[in-house]
């Protein structure tokens, strides 16, 4: 088919890419416009944009898809450009712009969504976080016929894959950016016979956009709450606490841990104990083991490290949110 892929980030580059290696023609992408990003805060372009550039595609970066919005010019540029595109299909990936109906309604066979869930559950933008987040244990590829909705189209395509108690944020992306790659390269070769369903109107959840406010840790919180939030939260926000030093108070990192439970009650965020194995830190329900952690500047150092050079002692606060 041509096709016109419309993604911004690393899981939308991975399914444009499978879409190129199995033959169909990517006349044009959709990208959203560079940001500034790293120490220099220099414009850095979008993974989708990197491989695009690379392999010849054109590229539109319209800051609004939204003829009567902010922006009525971009819009009104990007139509002329999908117009001229002719493509059979549009296939969305993590875009991070809102298409409006004139943009569903160009392409013959309209636009096709590859969605980090099962949906209906987790529609929104933190799909994966979220099912961390909750303790899911299965989670997948919706593959969906996009409306005017949020994430609210006819299903077409469905792949399930296992959540595992130590998949964090990043490792449970890299594999849905596999399986949605393949997904929509599958959903594409059958496209005229797939039956479209509708979405069940019990069990929605919607995914919110991840917040670096939430990256503060609450010792008030059960354990296992707080084990699942760092392994959701990881590569972004992370979650922090402040540690009081002698030098001050510095902002610590927190990467891995695991619920553990607490022989006796103890007020939440004291340290129970330090030493190689982990530091254990009390929480409203059971406690915390620390096996990973990061101080300002620093790189993500394991419990034993991390002690070296910051030693922490039994009865110690670490002051939470």
């Known amino acids: ?14 399914a444009m890419a499978a879409l190129h290696a199995a033959g169909h023609e990517l006349v044009g992408v959709l990208t959203q416009p560079d940001r500034p990003a790293g120490r ?66 160009l392409p013959r066979y309209g636009c096709l969504n590859i969605h980090a869930s099962l949906l209906p559950r987790w529609r929104g933008a933190a799909p994966i976080h979220r099912a961390i987040e909750a303790g899911d244990t299965q989670t997948g590829i919706t593959i969906m016929q996009m409306d005017a909705g949020l994430d609210t189209g006819d299903m077409l395509w469905v792949r399930d894959e296992p959540i595992l108690g130590t998949d964090t944020t990043a490792a449970l992306h890299d594999r849905l950016a596999t399986l949605g790659g393949e997904a929509i390269v599958q959903a594409l070769a059958t496209l005229h016979d797939l039956p479209r369903r509708k979405q069940a109107t019990e069990g929605i959840t919607y995914a919110h956009k991840i917040e670096k406010s939430e990256a503060a840790l609450d010792w008030a919180l059960p354990a296992d709450v707080l084990a699942r939030r760092l392994r959701a939260f990881d590569p972004f926000p992370g979650m922090t606490v402040p ?5 001050g108070v510095e902002t610590l990192k927190l990467w891995r841990a695991e619920a553990e439970r607490l022989a006796a009650p103890t007020e939440p965020g004291t340290v129970i104990s330090a030493d190689a194995s982990g530091i254990r830190v009390a929480c409203g329900q059971g406690q915390l083991c620390l096996t990973q952690l990061q101080r300002p500047g620093g790189k993500r150092l ?9 030693p922490l002692q039994a009865g110690q606060r670490l002051v939470g949110a």
């Open 243 to 247: 540690l009081a030093l002698a030098s």
């Open 302 to 310: 394991s419990a034993a490290d991390f002690l070296r050079g910051c």
């Open 40 to 105: 220099g805060m220099k414009l850095q372009p979008s993974p989708v944009k990197q491989w695009a550039e690379a392999h010849q595609v054109p590229v539109a970066q319209p800051r609004s898809l939204r003829l009567d919005g902010k922006f009525p010019e971009d819009a009104a540029a990007a139509r002329d450009w999908l117009l001229a595109a002719q493509a059979d299909a549009m296939v969305v990936a993590a875009y991070g712009l809102i298409l409006p109906q004139w943009t569903l309604d």
């Open 1 to 14: 088919m041509r096709l016109i892929f419309a993604g911004t980030p690393e899981f939308a580059q991975v």
